[in-house]
């Protein structure tokens, strides 16, 4: 099962990169999902977000980013769980800070994920962004 959860979590950071949205990136949650994202440079104050909220977010990302990618430093896999440690960048549609339209913002993601039914219950993001 856990090799089974890292390829499914690889292939889920797959269909970010390929601008997934609706349909094709709700196929990757368990219909309960919650994602926590601790508090960083993006959002101060952190958040949770259920499915729909997830959703949403990733519709507006389309608008702020015109591509990502994300590079598996290290991966752990054990049960139910996946703990990835990634390298992150993301090329800007929109001017963000001091970065232009363009421009590649930089991230360090630690992405801890819960599995039930075969797809992600659970998120916890710790985003480390490079200064903008």
């Given at each position: 099962m856990s090799t089974t959860n890292l390829e499914f979590a690889r292939r889920y950071l797959r269909a970010i990169e390929e601008g997934a949205t609706g349909e094709a990136l709700?196929?990757?949650f368990h219909p309960e999902v919650t994602?926590?994202?601790y508090p960083n440079r993006l959002v101060p104050s952190g958040a949770t977000r259920d499915l729909k909220a997830l959703l949403?977010?990733?519709e507006?990302?389309?608008k702020v980013m015109s591509a990502q990618r994300y590079d598996i430093r290290n991966a752990v896999s054990e049960g139910d769980q996946v703990a990835l440690e990634?390298?992150?960048s993301?090329?800007?549609a929109v001017a963000v800070g001091?970065?232009?339209v363009g421009g590649t913002m930089r991230a360090s993601f630690g992405v801890f994920l819960t599995f039930r039914d075969g797809r992600i219950f659970s998120q916890h993001n710790y985003d480390c962004?490079?200064?903008y």
């Amino acid at each position: 099962m856990s090799t089974t959860n890292l390829e499914f979590a690889r292939r889920y950071l797959r269909a970010i990169e390929e601008g997934a949205t609706g349909e094709a990136l709700s196929a990757f949650f368990h219909p309960e999902v919650t994602q926590r994202e601790y508090p960083n440079r993006l959002v101060p104050s952190g958040a949770t977000r259920d499915l729909k909220a997830l959703l949403e977010g990733a519709e507006r990302g389309q608008k702020v980013m015109s591509a990502q990618r994300y590079d598996i430093r290290n991966a752990v896999s054990e049960g139910d769980q996946v703990a990835l440690e990634i390298d992150w960048s993301g090329t800007l549609a929109v001017a963000v800070g001091t970065l232009p339209v363009g421009g590649t913002m930089r991230a360090s993601f630690g992405v801890f994920l819960t599995f039930r039914d075969g797809r992600i219950f659970s998120q916890h993001n710790y985003d480390c962004f490079e200064p903008y």
